[in-house]
């Protein structure tokens, strides 16, 4: 069993920054990669932003530019740190994690979701 724990959000004036933060804990022999997703009232899940074990990062065209992702392996802790934030930011912010749990087992698991809400 892993859990995801995810802290960070809040309420934030449109311009400003944030850092969410998600804590791998667990079965955990490798993290094969991480990622933030999030959930606006009415639409579908998106990714936001994504990161391998090996440091490889990916980006929605939405936060591109203004969103850095980072993973310490050691801590087994992602971060993301976005600014410029806009009231479209707003969302449930999901953490994600791929992970083995074995050498030869993996699976997929999901945090609880953080609350980000950006006021124009």
């Known amino acids: 069993q892993v859990q995801l724990v995810e802290s960070g959000g809040g309420l934030v004036q449109a311009g400003g920054s944030l850092r969410l933060s998600c804590a791998a804990s667990?079965?955990?022999?490798?993290?094969?990669?991480m990622g933030w997703y999030r959930q606006a009232p009415g639409k579908r899940r998106e990714l936001v932003a994504t990161?391998?074990?090996?440091?490889?990062?990916n980006y929605a065209d939405s936060v591109q530019g203004r969103s850095t992702i980072s993973l310490d392996s050691a801590m087994n802790t992602m971060l993301l740190q976005m600014s410029s934030l806009k009231p479209e930011d707003t969302a449930v912010y999901y953490c994600?994690?791929?992970?083995?749990?074995?050498?030869?087992?993996?699976?997929?698991?999901w945090g609880q979701g953080t609350q980000v809400t950006v006021s124009s």
């Open positions: 994600n994690a791929e992970v083995n749990v074995t050498p030869f087992r993996k699976y997929d698991w």
């Open positions: 667990g079965s955990i022999f490798r993290i094969n990669n």
């Open positions: 990161i391998t074990g090996g440091g490889d990062t």
